[in-house]
């Protein structure tokens, strides 16, 4: 498989996982079972993260 192919099948494959879950732009985060559409500031994806970490413990 050429990798212009196998680039085109991960991109197909981002965009179909991007509209299951209903984002459409730019940033946008999955951070355990948290939907974070738009940018956000440093503390905010640490408070997240450690959140999320948590609740997976």
Excluded at 13 to 24: C, F, K, P, S
Excluded at 36 to 54: E, F, M, S, Y
């Amino acid at each position: 498989m050429s990798l212009s192919r196998l680039a085109y099948l991960m991109i197909r494959r981002n965009h179909e996982l991007a509209r299951a879950l209903d984002i459409n732009g730019t940033p946008a985060f999955v951070i355990g079972d948290t939907l974070v559409p738009g940018a956000i500031d440093l503390k905010t994806l640490q408070r997240l993260v450690a959140k999320a970490r948590d609740a997976a413990s």
